[in-house]
């Protein structure tokens, strides 16, 4: 008994200092941001595009970057949407327990999950290359829609696989067809996972540098077409810390700052919109 109580309290010690670490962490990156960034941080930088010797310390802001990485992950993350839905609907709902193609889909998503975002990058410039398209937002669009599929898919295909497979028969033995019971049933159990899964796509997709780096280029200007070069946050930050001004520097990491405000509001609308739906689900 004594070593059973002992093995507890050494998992529950293990566990509590795990969680420490975990908020310790996420704590000093939020201190080291804010105490960099906040000194620099200026209205200016949300509201104007880089003017002439911006990265020589002059004035100007980074709202080019703001507008392309939102254009950039929200418009991959639609994307992948797109295509993950369907695939995650046809692998739990159409094709049979444990067959073929559903094990080597899954299979595909764990393998292409773990793939280097600038594997990514490489991808999509070489296919750039190959069909003659030059940087652009539809370029980074395309390649970080790739880069946020598996992650997607992946965690979709989890939430889906944890809804209850009564409900699917209940709704069967009502007469409702294969394409009803995975809209009106299933994906409404599993919504706050669902919603969930795209918005940690969408913050995964606007954090990322190495994927746009050669695919969605950069531009001192706002994006106005699908065929314009795109500057996105991540790379703003990269361009910054590599000047040799201190100003600049300071400015990069107000840049941070505000990549970090955004996947954090991203995380609260998350919980906030999985919270919402959750009053559908059966208990």
């Known amino acids: 008994m004594d070593r059973r109580r002992a093995e507890e309290r050494l998992m529950v010690a293990l566990m509590i200092g795990s969680a420490v670490v975990m908020l310790g962490t996420l704590c000093w990156i939020l201190a080291v941001v804010l105490v960099k960034g906040l000194p620099a941080m200026r209205l200016s930088m949300l509201i104007r595009t880089p003017s002439g010797g911006f990265y020589l310390g002059r004035e100007g802001g980074i709202l080019n970057a703001i507008v392309g990485s939102l254009l950039v992950a929200g418009g991959a993350t639609a994307l992948a949407a797109l295509v993950a839905v369907p695939v995650v609907v046809y692998i739990n709902l159409y094709a049979r327990p444990g067959s073929w193609i559903a094990v080597w889909t899954r299979f595909s998503f764990d393998v292409l999950w773990g793939v280097p975002s600038i594997v990514y990058g490489a991808f999509g410039f070489a296919l750039m290359l190959r069909l003659g398209v030059r940087a652009s937002l539809l370029g980074g669009i395309l390649t970080v829609a790739c880069?946020?599929?598996?992650?997607?898919c992946r965690a979709m295909d989890e939430v889906i696989r944890l809804v209850p497979g009564e409900l699917a028969d209940a709704a069967a033995a009502l007469g409702a067809t294969r394409l009803q019971t995975a809209l009106g049933v299933v994906?409404?159990?599993a919504m706050p996972g669902l919603v969930t899964a795209v918005l940690i796509a969408f913050g995964r997709g606007i954090g990322d540098a190495a994927s746009v780096l050669f695919t969605a280029g950069f531009s001192d200007a706002v994006p106005?077409?699908?065929?314009r070069p795109a500057a996105t946050l991540p790379l703003a930050i990269f361009f910054q810390?590599?000047?040799?001004f201190p100003e600049v520097?300071?400015?990069a990491?107000?840049?941070a700052l505000i990549l970090t405000a955004v996947i954090l509001a991203v995380s609260a609308a998350a919980r906030a919109l999985a919270g919402r739906s959750a009053r559908h689900i059966v208990r």
């Open 249 to 251: 520097q300071e400015r």
């Open 187 to 189: 994906a409404r159990q």
């Open 224 to 227: 106005t077409s699908l065929f």
């Open 241 to 244: 810390l590599g000047t040799p």
């Open 253 to 255: 990491y107000a840049s």
């Open 147 to 152: 880069l946020v599929l598996p992650i997607m």
